[in-house]
Nanobody, 112 residues
Framework: VQLVESGGGLVEAGGSLRLSCVASGIKFSDYHVRWFRQAPGKERELVAT????????NYANSVKGRFTISRDNFKNTVYLQMNSLKPEDTAVYYCFVGPGYWGQGTQVTVSS
């Protein structure tokens, strides 16, 4: 199983980024997918969840209304659209699939 995240980078406050996570070696459409993030010196935090068919999503209060999680099961890909970014969104973002598979993470840095 391999999960590869991309789309991170450096952006100014108020800007947007779109993260992607491509899965291989797993029947992607069977599993819920989650995005987590971890800032320096802080615990890993659940950001967003999407169910296997994509019908239900949930968000942390800190990102609700600014982030959108979506998925394309034909492409084995989950996305995290991040708008109105704030400096406190700075973290390494990880996708997490199914029974316990993690991606390698992608760095998001938001400058003030």
């Amino acid at each position: 199983v391999q999960l590869v995240e991309s789309g991170g980078g450096l952006v100014e406050a108020g800007g947007s980024l779109r993260l992607s996570c491509v899965a291989s070696g797993i029947k992607f459409s069977d599993y819920h997918v989650r995005w987590f993030r971890q800032a320096p010196g802080k615990e890993r935090e659940l950001v967003a969840t999407i169910t296997s068919a994509g019908r239900i999503t949930n968000y942390a209060n800190s990102v609700k209304g600014r982030f959108t999680i979506s998925r394309d099961n034909f492409k084995n890909t989950v996305y995290l659209q991040m708008n109105s970014l704030k400096p406190e969104d700075t973290a390494v973002y990880y996708c997490f699939v199914g029974p316990g598979y993690w991606g390698q993470g992608t760095q998001v840095t938001v400058s003030s």
